[in-house]
């Protein structure tokens, strides 16, 4: 994407340090900072901790190639390719990080996470030019904007699991205006989230993924994509939404089969318990999805502002 320069017509202030409406810190350590076998055997290779991009029929595609896919989309279009600043919220186990390395070796990369393990993993094989922090966005604060902000389910922790409507839209206003800050005009925010689909209150689906949300990712809440696009109005520009469930139904299933051949081997390495509780809960996220309760978001979003050609 072309880095046109131009003058800003939202003031900069200084971002203080912005409240967390979303999950605590030690309720993510308390999810991610697991052994990271476990991770590097159910999630494979790319070690990326949310959904693919799948080709259909699925039995055609590889989960391999799938987070490839994704990883690619998100670079495309966010323009990290040919930008010079990257920000990456919420890293995870690196696998953005890692693909960016192959295609950008010389990206000036700042990356934000929770968990421990995760960060210490991470440094072990990456450059000095992708910087990891261990910092929530709330607080991380530079003087320097981006060219592409990008974001893969991390979202899901933004708001808190109690939070209604009308307090998920103010948890992501806040998260959307920390992006527009660091932006520069024309920049933008790649996102992908798991979120609600249009589905009635009530029905069986919808009840197995609030429980999830509520027994398996502790304090997290989903947003519907009309809260996401009222958050982001105030700072942004719609240039792609979509809500691909069967990404998720495809991914979902291949990290079970994956967590099922490797079941003997996890046992011993983390414990029967833990393994049975994953396999569990992905069982029932897979219900959830199958049910047509929640659906996966990709949005796009550009840093509103005068565009020169
Ligand atoms: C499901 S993982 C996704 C990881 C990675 N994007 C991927 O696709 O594999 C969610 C990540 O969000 C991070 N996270 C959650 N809340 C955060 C916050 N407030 N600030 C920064 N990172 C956060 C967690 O530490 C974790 O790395």
């Not at 409406?21 to 990326?48: N, V």
């Not at 959307?176 to 989230?193: K, M, P, T």
């Not at 696009?229 to 991914?251: C, I, M, Q, R």
């Amino acid at each position: 994407m072309a880095s046109t320069r131009v003058t800003d017509p939202i003031p900069q202030t200084p971002t203080a340090t912005i409240p967390n409406l979303g999950a605590s810190k030690a309720s993510i350590q308390a999810h991610y900072d697991r052994e990271p076998r476990l991770y590097e055997r159910f999630l494979g290779a790319s070690l990326a901790y949310s959904a693919g991009i799948w080709i259909e029929p699925s039995n055609r595609d590889t989960l391999e190639a799938a987070q490839l896919r994704k990883l690619d989309w998100h670079i495309d279009i966010s323009g990290a390719e040919s930008a010079q600043r990257v920000l990456e919220v919420g890293f995870g186990w690196g696998s953005l990080i890692k693909r960016l390395i192959t295609r950008r070796p010389d990206l000036d990369y700042v990356g934000l996470s929770l968990a421990d393990n995760q960060a210490e993993y991470v440094r072990r094989y990456a450059p000095e030019n992708f910087k990891t922090e261990l910092a929530a966005w709330q607080v991380y604060q530079t003087n320097r904007p981006f060219d592409a902000i990008l974001s893969l389910e991390a979202m899901e922790h933004f708001a808190g699991k109690t939070a209604d409507r009308n307090e998920r839209i103010e948890a992501y206003r806040l998260f959307f205006e920390f992006c527009g800050r660091a932006l520069r005009v024309g920049g933008r925010a790649s996102i992908q989230v798991n979120g609600w689909a249009n589905i009635a209150p009530g029905s069986e689906a919808r009840h197995i993924a609030e429980s999830r949300i509520d027994g398996f990712w502790t304090e997290g809440n989903l947003p519907h994509a009309s809260e996401m696009l009222l958050a982001s109005e105030p700072w942004f520009n719609l240039v792609h939404l979509e809500g691909k469930p069967h990404d998720y139904v495809y991914t979902l299933r291949a990290w079970l089969r994956n967590l099922r051949s490797h079941e003997a081997d996890l046992n011993a390495l983390v414990g029967p318990e833990m393994v049975s509780d994953y396999i569990r809960n992905l069982t029932l996220c897979l219900k959830a999805y199958v049910g047509g309760a929640v659906t996966l978001y990709r949005l796009v979003l550009e840093r509103k502002g005068p565009v020169v050609a």
